[in-house]
């Protein structure tokens, strides 16, 4: 079944090369495709092109398929192109001619458009709950390891003191900012697009306002022109986001790469979250890390992609849309995925104490004794040019007692101040906005 199909038959070829892994994809979005076509009869009731009686028939029937999906009893039929054509498939044959009528006032590119916008909104959803709980974890690290001194590096040299709790606290408000970009794609995400149509609007008077409210979505995509062309534009947004918590995930992997290898030895992970060699037995190798490292960098690539994929297409719809699913859909999949095993890895660290006792890492303290001078009464210039003497003749002498007191330092990291940001980025969210439209339309 095909929702345009008249009486002729396309090539199988033809069918087959242009729904490619189209009817996979959409099994994503079928339950968004009944919330959508709830609002959709709602509306089409108060504008008289469904009686009361019609819109209760298949209310009462488009709820009986969405428990369907979530039960897991739902599949697209052999010959079926897509969820709009299998949803309203079921209706005809279960009501008769009334299922006939949920089509209108719609065209298939607005029924994608609202269904990819609900599923995205719920989506970006999941990942905010996934990066909490790897935040909240990180910040718990962070504070019981906050007197753990670690060296720090610039240019992969020697630095200056750092500590555990700085290294983990830092991953921790770098999500911050990545649950605000987020942010940013939930609000071109949260806009309905439903009345749009083909791109040019209808000649029923249709009520968008209504439907807005009945997803619970913000606002409208008021100009059906640009409804249409959001398409392309809200998918690399929100790939755009996930590619920015890939980047943290990504750096956090290198980083703990790094730190389990022999010549650093800072931190270690239980033998079962290791992989070993088929002829080293002493090997345990950071698969774990170095798959998250990849995936992530797949992931930062993933906004060209879509970028390539729409590039130089006019408004309007174009068959080009259908790919995007293909990339972000599993994308979707594979952050939820890192952040998951990198959870599972940082619950299990093991950190190295007293590190810095070590001789090796004595010229740390560099600016530190540099910093000393300074409040004595030593002119900056003056006491780093001693400093450094004292280092060239090998007669550097120094202690190994931090004492930062500054906000964000190593004494004082911040973690309540941290926290908070995380909780006022995710509140202004607004998720139980739409949490309660969706649960009034689905009420029995």
């Known amino acids: 079944m095909k929702l345009w199909q008249k009486n002729t038959n396309v090539s199988e070829a033809v069918e087959k090369f242009t729904v490619g892994n189209?009817?996979?994809?959409?099994?994503?979005?079928?339950?968004?495709?009944?919330?959508?076509?709830?609002?959709h009869i709602q509306m089409l009731e108060s504008i008289g092109l469904l009686t009361t009686g019609e819109l209760d028939i298949l209310a009462r029937e488009l709820k009986s398929i969405h428990r369907e999906i979530a039960s897991g009893n739902f599949e697209l039929e052999e010959g079926v192109e897509d969820v709009h054509s299998q949803v309203e498939l079921l209706l005809t044959r279960r009501l008769g001619e009334v299922g006939k009528k949920v089509h209108s006032g719609r065209s298939r590119n607005d029924q994608v458009l609202v269904d990819l916008k609900l599923f995205l909104r719920s989506s970006i959803e999941e990942m905010v709950e996934h990066i909490r709980k790897l935040f909240d974890l990180l910040q718990e690290k962070s504070e019981q390891h906050k007197q753990h001194l670690l060296p720090g590096y610039t240019h992969l040299q020697l630095a200056m003191p750092s500590s555990f709790g700085l290294w983990l606290g830092a991953y921790a408000e770098s999500l911050v900012d990545d649950v605000l970009t987020l942010q940013s794609a939930y609000k071109v995400v949260n806009k309905n697009p439903l009345g749009s149509a083909a791109g040019y609007g209808s000649s029923f008077p249709l009520n968008r306002t209504?439907?807005?409210?009945?997803?619970?979505f913000d606002a409208l995509n008021y100009n059906v022109v640009y409804a249409q062309m959001s398409r392309g534009k809200t998918e690399r947004i929100v790939a755009q986001a996930i590619s920015n918590v890939a980047a943290t995930l990504n750096k956090l992997s290198?980083?703990?790469?790094?730190?389990?290898?022999?010549?650093?030895?800072?931190?270690s992970f239980p033998d079962e979250l290791t992989t070993g060699s088929s002829i080293m037995p002493h090997k345990k190798n950071p698969d774990v890390f170095e798959l998250i490292r990849a995936k992530c960098n797949q992931l930062q690539a993933l906004p060209n992609d879509i970028t390539l994929l729409t590039t130089n297409l006019p408004s309007g719809y174009h068959r080009d849309f259908q790919l995007l699913k293909e990339n972000l859909f599993p994308a979707i999949e594979t952050i939820n995925d890192c952040l998951d095993m990198m959870h599972l890895m940082?619950?299990?660290?093991?950190?190295?104490?007293?590190?810095?006792?070590?001789?090796?890492?004595?010229?740390?303290?560099?600016?530190?004794e540099v910093n000393k001078l300074?409040?004595?009464?030593?002119?900056?210039?003056?006491?780093?040019?001693?400093?450094?003497?004292?280092?060239?003749?090998?007669?550097?002498?120094?202690?190994t007692q931090v004492h930062h007191t500054h906000e964000g330092s190593i004494g004082n990291i911040g973690t309540a101040e941290i926290n908070n940001m995380m909780q006022q980025a995710i509140d202004s969210f607004g998720f139980d906005q739409y949490h309660h439209a969706i649960g009034e339309l689905l009420k029995d």
Do not use: H, W
Not at 210 to 216: A, Q, V, Y
Not at 254 to 267: K, R, S, T, V, W
Not at 346 to 368: A, H, P, Q, R, T
């Open 346 to 368: 940082m619950s299990n660290i093991s950190v190295k104490e007293g590190i810095l006792s070590d001789e090796k890492y004595k010229y740390l303290f560099s600016v530190e």
């Open 254 to 267: 290198m980083d703990c790469c790094l730190y389990m290898n022999q010549n650093f030895g800072f931190i």
């Open 22 to 39: 189209d009817r996979a994809m959409d099994l994503y979005l079928a339950a968004f495709d009944v919330q959508g076509s709830l609002a």
């Open 210 to 216: 209504l439907t807005t409210k009945l997803l619970g």
């Open 374 to 399: 300074v409040l004595e009464g030593t002119p900056f210039r003056d006491a780093y040019k001693k400093i450094g003497l004292a280092i060239e003749s090998g007669n550097f002498d120094y202690s």
